[in-house]
């Protein structure tokens, strides 16, 4: 069945799929300057499985780049309507919103579901035949579960704003929508961190492992990250001693904390929480209680009992209690999902048939035990599971896995930071060949600097200008991390991946310019930071006014000063020397 509404003289949405006895309302709630939202309900005297229902609508095609969505890299083009893969969204992937944006970056439309815990699908495609982009948001796609009501609110955003803007809108509304209020946010969650994964692996060596984080504390890192290889002595990648969690490599896990605690390092553990390998004791003793068995990696367990939630929490505590840890790893949380063996329905000793309801259920448990035990405890999630609803269990959100590549590392920060709000994002461990030159070992350094820098190198083993660039950005980071995280963030040119980013507050600017690009200055500043981040020696700047004399530092990329000068920075385009990877203060003259 299709059903028409008309909600004003520009929009009409289509509503798709709703047939007997199942009705629907579509309502206008809130429409102000651009801004609407809408109340959806479909409602029934008895409970029913919905089929899937879609509302539909289209937007003229006029002055739209791109179509930014959250995790799509780099692929951020527009989309035809006969390419038939839409975005999905539920509680552990990506987050319910896409945004058409212009040729100057400003928003076209940017449209978002309050509902961010329930499957759906999404998407915004351009239909060649009329030069309309046709977008649509699809509910009941996986409907586990019978229903009398169901409500969402559908917001659509039209304002002439930065699109960035419009989605940080979007994430401060999403924490007002229903139960997404995010966990609080500890001050550890927002220092340095060294992370074991990249250079260790599962082949944990522990006299290594306090060298380095001897050396990553004097460099300014606060928090290891002990990954995958903890909890067992086969080092062979897999996943077949997941789910017992005992510290078979560690065993004196809690001395091992206490060690690292008077070095000065907080202590998190990795755990990928969905699996239980067939090789563990945990295997045999819920058998039978798997979403699948049939996993290339490992049997994930079924959230929707009781008891399977219970050793989960139950492991996690024990962990913090005993050990002393200080915060977690949690992986693979996008992995609880529908798989074509997995059991349907509320049966069995499940107490749940949504999935996505057992694994809210679950997280929920797991952060009121933890902070239960410690209020500080810090969890970290990583893309694709850094959506609204995440951010009730986690506060720190970190890029998805991207080893050497400083260019994506750079764009998921952007992609996470726009939507976390005042939760953290934090980069892919940084790492690279140890023969890689000085200036080049830099770029994976710059390019993470408006998350919060997470390293991965034995730095024992690091060239010692290497150690010195690492110190160096740490520093600066870290004297700047107030305005790097709280700041006004802006990033630019999405579909050429954030070649320039800026932030500011409190009177600072810092500009990141990551290829030959022209940054703009529309105001003075008290102080404005460029950091080059290419392998270049110049930065060009566009005054658009007049800004005034600046007292101008230069740095190379291991903090020794290359130059210090005043400059005038009259309106119109100067060029300025910096070192490949440097960095340039310009402090205002009073």
């Known amino acids: ?344 329905s509320k049966e069995d000793g499940r107490d749940f048939a949504s999935i996505n309801a057992a694994v809210d259920r679950l997280l929920t448990d797991v952060m009121t035990a933890l902070q239960a035990i410690n209020p500080e405890v810090f969890i970290e999630f990583r893309q694709k599971y850094t959506g609204p609803a995440m951010r009730k269990y986690g506060n720190m959100f970190r890029a998805f896995d991207c080893p050497g590549d400083a260019t994506m590392n750079r764009v998921r920060i952007a992609d996470i930071k726009m939507l976390c709000g005042e939760s953290v994002v934090h980069s892919d461990m940084v790492t690279w060949h140890k023969d890689e030159s000085l200036e080049v070992a830099a770029l994976h350094m710059v390019n993470t600097l408006f998350g919060v820098p997470q390293l991965s190198i034995m730095l024992h083993e690091a060239p010692p200008l290497h150690v010195q660039m690492i110190a160096f950005y740490t520093r600066y980071w870290q004297e700047h991390a107030h305005i790097l995280l709280e700041g006004h963030f802006t990033p630019s040119r999405p579909l050429a991946n954030y070649p320039m980013q800026r932030v500011s507050k409190d009177g600072y600017t810092i500009i990141g310019i990551y290829e030959e690009y022209v940054a703009k200055l529309y105001e003075a500043k008290e102080n404005i930071h460029l950091i080059n981040g290419q392998i270049a020696n110049e930065l060009v700047l566009n005054c658009i006014t007049s800004l005034g004399d600046y007292n101008c530092l230069v740095y190379d990329c291991t903090g020794k000063k290359i130059s210090e000068k005043e400059v005038n920075l009259a309106k119109g385009v100067h060029l300025l020397e910096v070192p490949p990877c440097g960095l340039i203060e310009l402090t205002k003259q009073v």
Request: proline share 5%.
């Open 1 to 344: 069945m299709l059903k028409k509404a008309t909600l004003g003289q520009e929009l009409e949405i289509l509503i798709k799929g709703v047939e007997a006895p199942i009705s629907s309302s579509l309502t206008k709630a809130f429409d102000d300057d651009g801004l609407i939202i809408y109340d959806f309900e479909v409602s029934c005297n008895e409970e029913v499985y919905p089929r899937p229902i879609t509302l539909l609508w289209k937007v003229p095609a006029i002055d739209v780049k791109g179509v930014w969505k959250p995790t799509t890299d780099f692929a951020k083009r527009i989309q035809a309507d006969w390419e038939l893969e839409n975005m999905e969204s539920r509680i552990s992937i990506d987050s319910p919103v896409i945004s058409l944006f212009g040729n100057n970056d400003l928003n076209v439309l940017t449209f978002a579901c309050s509902n961010a815990i329930n499957k759906l699908e999404m998407n915004a495609r351009l239909r060649e035949e009329n030069n309309n982009f046709y977008c649509h948001l699809t509910l009941f796609t996986e409907q586990h579960y019978a229903l009398k009501k169901f409500k969402i609110q559908l917001r659509l955003d039209y304002r002439n704003l930065h699109f960035s803007d419009t989605l940080r809108d979007v994430s401060k509304w999403w924490e007002t929508a229903g139960q997404l209020k995010p966990a609080f946010v500890p001050p550890i969650a927002k220092k340095p961190l060294y992370s074991t994964w990249y250079q260790f692996h599962q082949s944990l060596d522990l006299d290594v492992l306090f060298q380095e984080c001897k050396i990553a504390y004097d460099l300014g890192y606060r928090v290891v990250i002990v990954d995958d290889g903890w909890q067992t002595n086969d080092s062979n990648r897999g996943y077949d001693y997941t789910g017992d969690w005992q510290p078979d490599r560690i065993p004196e896990m809690a001395q091992f904390v206490a060690q690292m605690h008077k070095l000065g390092m907080k202590v998190a553990l990795w755990y990928s929480v969905p699996f239980c390998g067939k090789k563990s004791a945990a295997y045999e003793r819920f058998k039978g209680k798997f979403l699948t068995e049939n996993h290339r990696w490992a049997p994930v367990f079924d959230p929707r009992y009781p008891e399977v939630r219970e050793y989960l929490v139950n492991t996690y505590a024990h962990a913090l209690r005993d050990w002393k840890l200080d915060g977690f790893k949690l992986d693979f949380i996008d992995d609880f999902k529908l798989y074509s063996d997995t059991p349907l």
